[in-house]
């Protein structure tokens, strides 16, 4: 299995993007590309939903070697065979995320990962400081992924960087276009949702993306 820290790019099946008949085919076209991370996020739709859908993504990411991650769900990781959760500030606290995610798997597997959504340098220390395994921060750029919820920018990146012992995935309108400018300014991963899933041709923007971000460890 793929480790956080050896993750470039994160990528997010959202159905807000995808239809939920296309989702296996396109989350397969995502781990082609290499994504190192898939998240299945499905605002709007039922618990019971997301556990049946989430359910057929987790053999699409077990055969590719990387994490499932689930957003908002922690309670739903032990069923459907994921291998963690992601939290916004307004959801669980790490520790909870991390019970619920875990609680009728305690000693059978490696413990879940659990990462958290921050905004701000304060929110990405306190995320570190509540024992998050990484964090996503941003949203650098608008994105109607995350409609009214004002861009950070460019400016804190590299500070984050410098403060924080985790990986950081910097998300929040990222794409092709302007991901020089993220990496100039210090992100070293990245989390890519409307760009990557409205793209014509998803493996290949995955790896074109990764190509640039491999390009910072040469």
Same mark, same amino acid.
């Given at each position: /299995?793929?480790?956080?820290? #050896?993750?470039?790019?994160?990528?997010?099946? #959202?159905?807000?993007?995808?239809?939920? @008949? #296309? /989702?296996?085919?396109?989350?397969?076209? /995502?781990?082609?590309?290499?994504?190192?991370?898939?998240?299945? &996020?499905?605002?709007?739709?039922?618990?019971?939903?997301?556990?049946?859908?989430? @359910?057929?993504?987790?053999?699409? @990411?077990?055969?590719?070697?990387?994490?499932?991650?689930?957003? #908002?769900?922690?309670?739903?990781?032990?069923?459907?065979? =994921?291998?963690?959760?992601?939290?916004?500030?307004?959801?669980?606290?790490? =520790?909870?995320? &991390?019970?619920?995610?875990?609680?009728?798997? @305690?000693? $059978?597997?490696?413990?879940?990962?659990?990462?958290?959504?921050?905004? %701000?340098? %304060?929110?990405? *220390?306190?995320?570190? $400081?509540?024992?998050?395994?990484?964090?996503?921060?941003?949203?650098?750029?608008?994105?109607?992924?995350?409609?009214?919820?004002?861009?950070?920018?460019?400016?804190?990146?590299?500070? *984050?960087?410098?403060?924080?012992?985790?990986?950081?995935?910097?998300?929040?309108?990222?794409?092709?276009?302007?991901?020089? !400018?993220?990496? !100039? =300014?210090? =992100?070293?991963?990245?989390?890519?949702? %409307?760009?990557?899933?409205? %793209?014509?041709?998803?493996?290949?923007?995955?790896?074109?993306?990764?190509?640039?971000?491999? !390009?910072?460890?040469?």
């Amino acid at each position: /299995m793929k480790t956080l820290q #050896d993750a470039l790019l994160y990528g997010i099946l #959202d159905l807000g993007y995808v239809a939920p @008949a #296309d /989702m296996e085919r396109v989350a397969s076209q /995502m781990v082609q590309g290499g994504v190192d991370l898939l998240q299945f &996020r499905a605002k709007n739709h039922s618990e019971s939903e997301i556990e049946r859908l989430a @359910a057929k993504l987790a053999p699409i @990411a077990e055969s590719a070697g990387i994490p499932l991650i689930l957003n #908002d769900h922690p309670q739903l990781v032990p069923s459907v065979g =994921a291998h963690g959760a992601h939290v916004g500030q307004e959801d669980f606290s790490v =520790a909870d995320a &991390r019970w619920r995610a875990g609680r009728s798997l @305690a000693g $059978e597997v490696t413990p879940p990962i659990v990462g958290k959504s921050t905004h %701000s340098l %304060s929110q990405a *220390a306190a995320a570190e $400081e509540e024992g998050a395994d990484y964090i996503g921060f941003g949203p650098l750029f608008a994105t109607p992924t995350k409609p009214g919820r004002p861009a950070i920018g460019l400016e804190e990146i590299r500070a *984050a960087h410098a403060r924080s012992r985790i990986p950081i995935f910097c998300i929040g309108g990222i794409k092709l276009e302007n991901l020089e !400018a993220v990496i !100039a =300014a210090g =992100a070293r991963r990245v989390v890519i949702v %409307s760009a990557l899933l409205r %793209s014509r041709d998803i493996p290949a923007y995955c790896r074109r993306v990764r190509e640039r971000l491999e !390009a910072i460890l040469s």
